[in-house]
Structures are given as C-alpha cells and as structure tokens.
C-alpha cells in the first residue's frame, strides 16, 4: 500500500519552512492555504451546545444538516436536491481520497483528471489501484472509458473557471460513456473574474443529477478547517453506494460538528465578510507579486495566485524563503507545473502587508 503512494508532498517542503522562519520578522506562511480567521461565534457555540453527545453520530447526517445544505445549495447555487441526496464528509479531503474505493473501483479502471490538480485526486486512484490519467481536455481522451471523471472548478492551484457551457459538455461525454462526474466545489464562492456554476446546477445537467456529484467542504467558506467538515450532493444513486459503504467503515462526522455545520450553512454573511476578506489579500498580493517581476496566469477563482518567473519553481520557492516567505511549488501539482508556484491568499492582513514589504524590497 505504502509503496505506491507517492511521498507526501509537505514533508519535501519543511526544509523551505525552516528557511523562511528563520526570517528576522517571521514566516508569512502562503503555502498551505490554512484558513487563519475566526471561526464564527454562531458555529462555536453550536458546537459547544452539542456538546453532550454519548451516543453514535448518524453516517447519513442529521435530517437537519441534510436540510440545511439542501437549503443552502438551493439558496446560494440554485441547485435544486433532495435532502437524502446530501452525505456529509469527515472533511472533504477524506470523501475524495477514498471515493474511488467506496464505488468499487479497481485495477484496470481509469480515474481522469485535470493535468495539474490536488494530489490527492491521484492518490484516490493509487488507493484504489485504478490508473490515473491526467487530462485538461476530456472530450478529447480517447483511452477505456473512465468510471470516473474529477473537475475541479475553480481550481487548485491554477485558478481555472469552467463557465456553465463547459462544464456541461464534460457531463454530456461522461453520461455518453458511463462515467460519474465530480466536481470539487470547494471553491465556488470565490470566484473573482469569470462566471461559473455548480456542477449540479440545471443549466449544466438539465435538471438530471444522474452520473454528477458535487464536493463541498466547509473549511475556507467558514474558517472550519479544524473540525473537518464538508459534504457531498447529487445522484441519489451514487449517494446511497457511499452511506452503505461509510456505514461499514464507520465514517461518521461527530455529532457536535454537524450542529455547528448547520449553524456554518445559515450564515451567509459570514461569507460575505470572509470574501471581502480574501479579495483584499488578493489584490495586496497579486499588484506585489507582479511588481517583483512575476507573471500571473489563470487565477480567476479559487484562494492562490498562480505565479511564475520563468524559472524552476523550487529556485522561486528558495528566493522566497530566504525573504521569510513560504510559497508552494508547482510540482507538487503536476509535472507540467516546474515553473510555477502557488501563492495563497490566506494569511492575515498584517502577514500580508509583510509579504507585500518584503516582496518590494526584492528577491
């Protein structure tokens, strides 16, 4: 098991850490993309409130936290589900991991995914034993018919939007070909310079969810990171396959913290706030970058900017740590990725400004 999954991609950057904290002002941390804001009051007293839970949390989710991210896909995306079409996840980066496995997939099924993308939609696949094929066209694969397709719109670490067009053309060729589509959601309400849609909105599934699922995790839309929280929506089919399987595997998200999603999924303007947020960063940090000397390609959503200097990205990411900045290189993303790095939007205001300062002071 261990041998063919690849090595975890944060331990090769801690001597790069080491590096930037040595910094007389400290690490300015814009790696990770770790949510640094607080969690919103409404959440921790919900959580706090739940806290007497002797018994076992429901695999399936509370009827009010189905409800509740029904409601709020309705309300935010109008996207229209069944509260039993709704499986909270213990944390989003476990659902994908493991999505694979728990729909049977195996050697000699094919798992398809953006040519640079989270690590982990690859790791899925290893977990599996399916091959993993990297594309940014599939409409244009023309290998086994994959069982399963991951989008990620918007994207990381690039940045990429698919506009509503595009994402259902995927749909129709997956549907054409048996293969479940999932998009990783994680992102969409931080869409800064194109327009997109949920994967399960109707205007690209017709109003069908057959053979689609959403991803959508909790942490960077509420600053919940640390209680890992997200959820999964769509075909009720492919639902009910992960609530048989997660039964089994006893992957249940704890009572308290599903009564702090449901406080999390009502609080829209939290999430208004934490967007103004984000896009201020944004801005400080996207006018130093290309001050400095950057290029920023892509980048119209997601929480990082997508920077090069036309050089490896581990002689950028060395630059950086020696000015007390700690940034993420391409590679980690894909092969295709060697001249670039991945700069979060994250941090603090006044870790920002720091990195803004010390950006103009050169590198």
Known sequence: MIERLPKFPWDVLFPYRRRAAAHPDGLVNLA???????T?????????????????????????????????LLRREGVSVEPEAVIPAVGTKELIA??????????????LAPQLSFPTYEVSARLAGATFVRTDDPLSYDGPAPRLLWLNSPSNPEGRVLDAAELRGVVEWARERGTLVVNDECYLDHVWERSTRSVLHAEVTGGDHHGVLAVHSLSKRFNLAGYRAGFAAGDPAVIATLLEVRKHAGHMVPAPVQAAMVAALGDD???AGQRRRYARRRELLRGALVDAGFRIEHSAGALFLWATRDEPCWTTVGALADRGILVAPGEFYGAA????????????DERV???????????
Do not use: F, N
């Open 32 to 38: 990770l993309g770790d949510p640094v804001d607080p």
């Open 40 to 72: 919103p009051e409404a959440v921790r007293a919900a959580l706090a409130a739940a806290a007497d839970a002797p018994g076992y949390p429901s695999t399936e989710g509370t009827p009010a936290l189905r409800a509740a991210a029904a409601a709020w």
């Open 269 to 271: 303007a939290h999430l």
């Open 337 to 348: 990725a060697a001249r670039h790095v991945r700069v979060a939007v994250t941090e603090t």
């Open 98 to 111: 493991w999505l694979p496995t728990m729909l049977g997939l195996g050697p000699g099924d094919v798992v």
């Open 353 to 363: 400004e720091q990195a803004v300062k010390r950006l103009a002071e050169g590198i």
